[in-house]
């Protein structure tokens, strides 16, 4: 096959180009000729090397599900011609996923850096493929060569304040898929609701995954809904979804909120907090459904005192927790959260007041330090690495620890000029629960982000010399769902917005440039049609007023 693309390659250098093709994230370099090739249902899907399959299931599933036909699928054939061939070559490049791929009159010639780069060598080809039902799919001549930049690209999903089902879960992984990411951070646990089952302490789902009413409108609300709300996710459910992420090489990194965000953990066990026979006290403001006597799961959004105890009795609940999620997630991280905790009841504690002197402790924020260098401990030596919010910078990192930075980027930089990785995550950029527009006319948690300053984005801060500036591993986008309910309003939310994340996270600087997007971003609109997804059309709005978001302090 090296010959073949080194044929095809002279071929394509001397041939001219016909109009460019529209791919998002944009290919390292693209080549374009006069002429295309048509893939039929007798056109076979032939697998040169082993290990190839996901990638020939993955395109037969799109093909099934838009065009109504599957192709055949060959293993170790010499029938080459005319059809799709999905090899392995070697393409040296540090960060894994670079692929090969030639359309030409021959067929469709994929070789990837491994597996992984033959997966994304067939999203590109989807991409290529015409947005319209037909059992004939006409495909331009293209030579593509292409790499990702970032190790480490990502999307979150905040299913605690409200519960997402396993169906939109596996969407949300494909669209993941799609646009070339590789790791989905789930959001499991909140104030708001305890998502995922864990069998030595069923109270969590009996009890944390259900708050007995929501309020109306924007925090602190102008009601409550007065209605019952929840759900969660079982242990065999966790399985089915990491395995469907992992058959599109997707990484799942599940939060355990610690020690903050802990409301529905406390409602389950009041033992948990500082505070154990003191009840439940709502926001100020809110209008509360229900019983309001002692541990409650929250109704409203926001942040709330009452937090996990650092006690023996604590760390014990926490230790097993985690000893029935681990099992559950092969990928090597476990997000711990770490943000948001306020200290209020740590300060009144006696227990913990105590626990600072005996362990030399400067105050709470060393408390906190204290916290989470012992999960760490206990998760490093399961083999598992944490990754925190930057919060947990405060009072002195943990040995180990990946940080997400969230607060803008001055805690990634600290991180990275301390020699520990760093996800950048700022919210003035990366959060996806802001309004796209001026004019939203659905409720949001605030501020404006479009797509624009999305693309803007740089996640190697100029901050940091070139040695620190190899500790930003990637960056992903969070979509906190206070204010989305639904999927279809969860999709309106990531779209746009999304396919310019793709582009930050794994084109190169070189091939980032605004006035090229645009154009292929206006194509894309066409592909959520196809699709059938809800995204926002605030685009529009924006190119014409070239508005950006400020960042979030």
């Not at 939203?440 to 010399?465: F, G, H, K, M, N």
Request: glycine letters at 8%; charged letters at 20%.
């Amino acid at each position: 096959m090296k010959k073949n693309f080194f044929v095809l390659a002279l071929f394509f250098s001397l041939s001219s180009f016909a109009q460019e093709v529209n791919l998002i994230p944009r290919p390292t370099k693209v080549e374009t000729q006069q002429g295309s090739f048509t893939i039929t249902p007798n056109t076979a899907i032939v697998l040169a090397e082993s290990g190839l399959e996901r990638s020939a299931q993955f395109l037969n599933d799109y093909l099934q599900q838009f065009y109504g036909f599957r192709l055949p699928v060959v293993k170790n054939s010499s029938a080459h011609k005319n059809n799709i061939v999905l090899d392995i070559e070697q393409i040296d490049h540090p960060v894994p996923g670079a692929y090969a791929m030639v359309v030409s009159a021959n067929g469709v010639e994929i070789g990837g850096a491994g597996s992984l780069g033959t997966f994304y060598a067939v999203q590109t080809l989807i991409q290529l493929l015409p947005m319209e039902k037909t059992k004939t799919l006409s495909v331009p001549f293209v030579q593509i060569d292409d790499k990702p930049r970032f190790a480490y690209r990502g999307m979150h999903l905040d299913a605690g304040r409200y519960f997402m089902p396993v169906d939109f879960v596996k969407k949300y992984i494909d669209f993941i898929a799609m646009y070339k990411m590789n790791t989905f951070h789930w959001h499991l646990t909140e104030d708001q609701g305890w998502r995922i089952e864990i069998k030595k302490y069923p109270k969590l789902t009996q009890v944390g995954a259900y708050r007995n009413g929501t309020i109306i409108g924007h925090h602190p609300g102008k009601g409550n809904d007065n209605k019952r709300y929840g759900g969660f996710y079982t242990q065999e459910q966790v399985k089915e979804i990491v395995k469907y992420a992992a058959d599109r090489y997707i990484t799942v990194i599940p939060e355990i909120e610690m020690p903050g965000h802990a409301s529905a953990a406390i409602a389950a066990y009041p033992q948990l907090s500082c505070f154990p026979d003191e009840p439940t006290r709502p926001a100020k403001n809110v209008t509360w459904s229900g019983d309001t006597t002692g541990k409650q799961v929250q109704q409203a959004w926001g942040v709330y005192p009452d937090v996990f105890a650092p006690t023996e009795y604590t760390f014990g609940f926490l230790q097993d927790v985690l000893d029935e999620v681990i099992p559950l997630f092969p990928g090597k991280y476990i997000h711990i959260g770490g943000d948001e905790c306020p200290k209020d009841n740590w300060k009144r504690s006696a227990f913990c007041q105590q626990l600072i002197r005996e362990k030399g402790l400067k105050d709470e924020h060393g408390l906190q330090s204290y916290f989470i260098q012992r999960i760490e401990k206990y998760l490093n030596g399961k083999g598992k690495q944490i990754i925190g919010w930057d919060e947990i910078l405060e009072g002195g990192l943990a040995p180990n620890a990946t940080v997400m930075s969230w607060r803008g980027e001055k805690g990634g930089i600290e991180a990275a000029k301390q020699k520990h990785d760093v996800i950048m995550t700022p919210g003035g950029w990366m959060y996806f629960d802001h309004s796209q527009t001026k004019n939203e006319d659905s409720l949001v948690i605030c501020c404006y982000t479009t797509v624009q300053r999305v693309y803007s984005y740089e996640p190697q801060p100029a901050e940091l010399s070139a040695e620190e500036a190899k500790h930003i591993i990637g960056a992903q986008a969070n979509l906190w769902t206070e204010y989305i309910p639904n999927a279809s309003k969860a999709e309106y939310m990531i779209f746009p917005r999304m396919s310019a994340l793709s582009e930050v996270l794994w084109s190169g600087k070189e091939q980032r440039d605004w006035n090229h997007f645009e154009p292929r971003l206006r194509n894309e609109f066409k592909r959520y049609d196809w699709w059938g997804v809800s995204y926002s059309k605030a685009f529009f709005d924006a190119a014409n007023n070239n508005s950006v978001a400020p960042e979030k302090k």
